[in-house]
């Protein structure tokens, strides 16, 4: 084959993932955890790859390059700093544990990619530049400037700086290394709090709606200072990067100014609200700050990296006057990076600004089983249907009240389920949040969920000013008209993570949401992932099957299948 052939990986962090492109169009894009129902897993993404491969017809032997998220030399300048920091031989010691383990990983991943794709050009692309490059390619490419934050990359947390399409030239400095990282500060306090970190720091934020974050405003202002540059994090509060699960990530000093420890599954309380809602104050205040050092008006922004994914501290950048538009990719996180580093390598070695379609279903086409071989399974199968009967007849259900997965078409990109691995149900039923939330999904009922609508009916909703959000990256405040129409999908802070659907991206959807109108007056309806507690999203059909029997599901759209338990 003679088009150029770029791989993209990203691996031993967390959440592993791939990307392909040819001759710089992206032919697709998978994370593995839902290939191999390991959520956030680092391993080496094998069925990726693999998967991505086939769906273009290609082996190993014709990928001319491979960009992998991780650059070793900036990686062992990082180490050398944080040792230095560590302060007592203990903690240096622990440090260069936790550093030599994780650049021996990295190491090896670069030996693998080397002898599986013999034919290859192996590219290091430093962390932060494909979080950018993430953001950039599906927005078509337009001039803006940049910020990413997250845990850590090689040794930066913070990057900033700009996109100037005309020079092909991305300009992106670091501000802070670690230790001073906002995405660890996050997810210290997450564990603290009795919840899984790298997993679980969206419980952390929907619980800050209910606290009172004054009560410990002043100790986060001084865990988090503020600094022309950017911010530090104080060490004295906050102790030595931690790699892995154990180990405590909080200071006896932090412990006593704020609460204990929670175990997990104990009792919360009013102190944990509190301590979520100054977490969550505080980081909306340092993205700001952040975002404020490239004052101006009517600038755009793209913002990317793990912390990204806070849909509210993202949102209320919108009222800020140096942000005219703002962008978050389907995929801000880890696992875009596999994606970020293969577009950096398409421009550096093709000189080609690549490919990457707008909408988010950048998976491959999934296997889908025939409908005798669903029955033999045990389920009640009706079609295969036509797309807009199918759209019909999964709307009657809805307004009926039910509780549906779906399904069909290529997987989303990111975190946010789309569409096309989701739950849906009714907005305008308490019963049926309620059912959804301890029945279905068995999650915390303080946990909100989130809307999806047709785009041309949004603005009456909520305030999206003007722009769309096909992605729910934002946590937009909802409009009088959503409290007196659909409640349940409004978190208890007055905002809600709205999916838009725009019309031509996906027929299937926008016949769903408009037959349910027609049936209900609503044109709006829940959307969820499809996925039971603590496991990914729903990777193959086997697995959605899955869902259907263990989460109470009234059914499941299976492709063009329309699936029920027996009775």
Not at 29 to 41: N, S
Not at 106 to 119: D, I, N, Q, S
Not at 397 to 419: K, Q, S, T, V
Request: proline content about 5%; hydrophobic content about 40%; aromatic content about 6%.
């Amino acid at each position: 084959m003679t088009a150029k052939v770029t791989l993209g990986v990203c691996a031993h962090t967390h959440d592993s993932s791939a990307a392909l492109f040819v001759a710089g169009s992206l032919i697709g894009f998978l994370e593995e955890d839902r290939l191999v129902d390991d959520k956030h897993t680092r391993a080496f993404p094998c069925q990726a790859v693999r998967l991505l491969l086939a769906e273009a017809g290609l082996g190993p032997e014709e990928v001319t390059a491979v960009g992998y998220t991780f650059d070793s030399s900036l990686y062992r300048h990082g180490r050398e700093k944080a040792v230095r920091r560590a302060g007592d031989p203990d903690r240096r010691r622990r440090a260069v544990r936790s550093y030599d383990s994780i650049a021996a990983a990295h190491a090896a991943t670069l030996g693998r990619l080397a002898a599986e794709f013999p034919c290859a050009a192996i590219m290091e692309v430093p962390h932060h530049r494909a979080h950018a490059f993430s953001a950039l390619a599906p927005q078509g490419w337009h001039d803006r400037d940049v910020l990413v934050v997250d845990s850590i990359g090689e040794a930066a947390t913070t990057s900033l700086g700009g996109w100037n399409r005309a020079a092909r030239s991305l300009d992106l400095h670091a501000l802070t290394f670690d230790t001073d990282s906002l995405g660890y500060v996050y997810g210290a306090l997450t564990d603290h709090l009795g919840f899984r970190m790298r997993d679980e720091e969206g419980t952390v934020m929907a619980l800050a709606a209910y606290g009172d974050p004054s009560r410990f405003r002043a100790l986060l202002a001084r865990t988090i200072p503020l600094t022309p540059q950017g911010f530090r994090v104080s060490t004295r509060l906050v102790g030595q990067r931690v790699f892995g699960d154990g180990g405590d990530r909080l200071t006896e000093a932090f412990v006593r100014a704020s609460v204990p420890r929670r175990a997990r599954g104990e009792e919360l309380t009013q102190d944990h609200a509190d301590l979520s809602a100054s977490l969550q104050e505080r980081v909306e205040e340092v993205t700001a700050h952040l975002v404020g050092l490239r004052p101006g008006p009517g600038r755009s922004w793209a913002v990317a990296g793990g912390v990204a994914t806070n849909c509210v501290a993202v949102g209320r950048l919108r009222d800020l006057p140096n942000v005219a538009e703002l962008f978050v990719p389907p995929a801000p996180g880890d696992s875009g990076t596999s994606l970020g580093a293969a577009v950096a390598v398409v421009l550096e070695r093709q000189g080609l600004l690549a490919e990457v379609p707008a909408s988010p279903y950048w998976g491959v086409e999934p296997a889908v089983p025939k409908a005798e071989e669903v029955r033999a399974l045990g389920f009640e199968v009706s079609g295969p249907h036509e797309e807009r009967d199918l759209a019909h007849r999964v709307a009657a259900a809805l307004a009926g009240n039910g509780i549906l997965g779906i399904y069909r078409g290529a997987a989303e990109a990111g975190p946010r389920a789309l569409g096309h691995r989701s739950v849906v149900a009714s907005p305008l039923s308490p019963e049926v949040h309620e059912r959804l939330a301890t029945r279905v999904k068995r999650r915390e009922t303080f946990r909100p969920f989130a809307p999806m609508v047709l785009a041309d009916r949004a603005a009456g909703y909520f305030d999206l000013r003007g722009h769309e959000s096909p992605y729910m990256s934002l946590a937009v405040d909802a409009r009088q008209e959503l409290l007196d129409h659909a409640p349940t999908v409004i978190h208890r802070n007055g905002t809600a993570r709205v999916q838009t659907v725009t019309a031509g991206t996906d027929a299937f959807l926008e016949a769903l949401l408009r037959h349910y109108e027609r049936l209900t007056g609503s044109p709006l309806l829940i959307n969820t992932s499809l996925n039971l507690k603590g496991r990914p999203t729903a990777g193959s059909w086997q697995a959605a099957l899955s869902c259907l029997a263990d989460m109470s599901l009234d059914g499941l759209v299976l492709g063009d299948l329309f699936v029920t338990r027996s009775s």
